[in-house]
C-alpha cells in the first residue's frame, strides 16, 4: 500500500515519482458534478420543487458510498423532480452553475498536448452538453432526463429516458465508457487520466494510468494516485507537465 506524500501545500501523490508527461497521455476523462462544474446538478434542480435537502442527503450518501446501488439511489432523486420545468433547469443553468477554476485552463494544456476530452457524468445531459461546449469537450455520456408538455416549455416526469447504451451512467458506466473510448482511439488504459471526486468515479480512476481526487471524499483520496485537495484543476499540472 503506497502511502501519501505531500508534493505541494494541498497536493498529495502515491504510486509515481513526478513530474509525469502531460504527451504521454491520450484522453483525460473528467466527472461533470462537483468536478468540472461547482454544483450536484440534482440537489439543485431539487431546490426548484422545495426538495433539496430529501434530494442532497441521498446525494452525499451515494457519494461517500454509503448507498452501493448509484442506479437506485439516482431513480429515487428523480422521482422527486416530478414536476420541475424546464424553466426552473434553466434558472438553475444561468444562476447556479459555474465552471470549476482550472477547469478551461487545464483542458487547453491537455488539447494542445494533443489529449482527446471525455466528459462522463451520472447527471443530465441537459447540462453536460452546455458544459461540452462552452469548454470543447470531445465526448460526453450523461443521463436523459424525460420531459413532458407542460408549463414552460415542459415539465420533468421524474424518470429517465433510456439510452442506446443502457439506463443510467453509474460508475460501471463510466468505466465501460472511458475504456470504450480508448479502444476507439487506439490507445491502451494506463495512457488515460480519470479526474472525479465521488464514489461513483472509483472504478474509471481504477482503470486507468493516471487517477486524479478533485476536492473529493475521503474513500476517493486515499485511493487516487494524485489528490488536489485546494486550488484548482489546473494544479494537474503541476505534477503532469506540458
Known amino acids: ?71 437506485e439511489s439516482l431513480r429515487q432523486r428523480v422521482a422527486l423532480l416530478r414536476g420541475v420545468t424546464i424553466a426552473d433547469m434553466e434558472h438553475v443553468y444561468v444562476e447556479r452553475l ?15 498536448a494533443g489529449l482527446k476530452v471525455l466528459l462522463v457524468s451520472g447527471g443530465f445531459t441537459f447540462f453536460s452538453e452546455r458544459v461540452r461546449q462552452t469548454l470543447g469537450i470531445d465526448f460526453t455520456r450523461a443521463n436523459v432526463l424525460e420531459v413532458e408538455s407542460g408549463p414552460n416549455c415542459g ?13 443510467i451512467c453509474d460508475g460501471a458506466e463510466k468505466r465501460r465508457t472511458v475504456l470504450e473510448v480508448a479502444s476507439l482511439l487506439g490507445i491502451e488504459p494506463s495512457q488515460c487520466i480519470a479526474m472525479g471526486d465521488g464514489a461513483n468515479d472509483l472504478p474509471m480512476m481504477g482503470a486507468v494510468g493516471l487517477s486524479v481526487a478533485y476536492h473529493a471524499k475521503p474513500a476517493v483520496r486515499a485511493q487516487a494516485k494524485v489528490a488536489i485537495n485546494t486550488g484548482g484543476l489546473d494544479r494537474l499540472l503541476e505534477v503532469v507537465q506540458p
Not at 434530494?55 to 448507498?67: D, L, Q
Request: proline share 5%; glycine share 8%; hydrophobic share 45%.
Open 98 to 112: 459555474r465552471i470549476n477554476p482550472g477547469a478551461a485552463e487545464l483542458i487547453q494544456a491537455c488539447k494542445a
Open 155 to 167: 415539465q420533468l416526469t421524474g424518470r429517465m429516458v433510456d439510452q442506446a447504451w443502457g439506463d
Open 1 to 71: 500500500m503506497n502511502l501519501a506524500s505531500e508534493f505541494a501545500p494541498g497536493l498529495t501523490i502515491q504510486g509515481f515519482t513526478p513530474p509525469l508527461k502531460l504527451s504521454d497521455f491520450k484522453l483525460i476523462a473528467f466527472d461533470m458534478d462537483s468536478t468540472l462544474i461547482s454544483i450536484e446538478c440534482v440537489d439543485e434542480i431539487a431546490d426548484a420543487v422545495g426538495k433539496k435537502p430529501e434530494v442532497a442527503a441521498i446525494t452525499e450518501a451515494a457519494m461517500r458510498g454509503e448507498i452501493t446501488d448509484y442506479k
